[in-house]
C-alpha cells in the first residue's frame, strides 16, 4: 500500500514542480527598464514637488490675509508711516519667562528671505529681541514689505515683528 501512495504522489509533486518552474517565453507585458524607472520616479517628484509649492503658496496666502499683510494692507500702513507692527495672537504670552535663542531666530530669518527668490537679492536687517523682530532695509514693493513679515513673523520663537522696511522708489 505504501508503494501504491509514492506512485500516486509522485506524479503529482512532479506536475506541481514543473508549473512552479519560470519560463523563458517572452511574456505580452515587459517590466520598465532602469531608465523607465528613473523617468518615472522623477515625474512623480517634480508632481510632488508642484503640489508642495502650490499648498505652500496657499498657506502663505492665508497667512497673508490673516495677519493683514496682503499689498492692500501694506500700502494702508505705509501710508499712515514707516511702521508696520504684526503680533501672533497664539504666540502672546506663551513664552512668559522662557530663553530665548536670538541668534537661532535671525539666522532662521535670514536663512527664510535667502531662500525666497524674490526677497533673496534685497538687503533686508533682521535683529532680535526676545521673540520682538526687526526687519529694516528697502524692498521694490508694499508686497515684498507683507511678505518679508510673513516670513518672520511664521518663524519659532517669533511673537510680534516690527517692520522699518521702506519701499524703494523707482
Known amino acids: 500500500m505504501p508503494m501504491k501512495k509514492i506512485l500516486f504522489i509522485f506524479p503529482l509533486l512532479s506536475l506541481a514542480f514543473i508549473g512552479c518552474t519560470k519560463k523563458d517565453t517572452p511574456t505580452t507585458q515587459t517590466e520598465p527598464t532602469l531608465a523607465q524607472k528613473a523617468e518615472m520616479a522623477v515625474k512623480d517628484a517634480a508632481d510632488k514637488t508642484k503640489e508642495m509649492a ?41 513664552k512668559a ?27 533686508i536687517n533682521v535683529d532680535a529681541d526676545k521673540g520682538v523682530v526687526t526687519l529694516k532695509g528697502t524692498v521694490k514693493s508694499p508686497e515684498l514689505v507683507g511678505r518679508a513679515i510673513a516670513l518672520a513673523l ?16 523707482m
Open 54 to 94: 502650490s499648498d505652500a503658496r496657499d498657506a502663505v496666502s492665508a497667512k497673508l490675509t490673516e495677519w493683514k499683510l496682503t499689498p492692500a494692507d501694506i500700502k494702508a500702513d505705509l501710508e499712515k508711516g514707516a511702521r508696520i507692527v504684526r503680533t501672533k495672537a497664539a504666540a502672546t504670552g506663551a
Open 97 to 123: 519667562g522662557a530663553m530665548y535663542d536670538n541668534a537661532k531666530v535671525v539666522t532662521a530669518i535670514n536663512a527664510k528671505l535667502v531662500a525666497d527668490s524674490k526677497l533673496s537679492a534685497l538687503k
Open 154 to 169: 511664521d518663524t519659532d520663537d517669533v511673537s510680534q515683528v516690527v517692520s522699518l522696511l521702506k519701499v524703494e522708489m
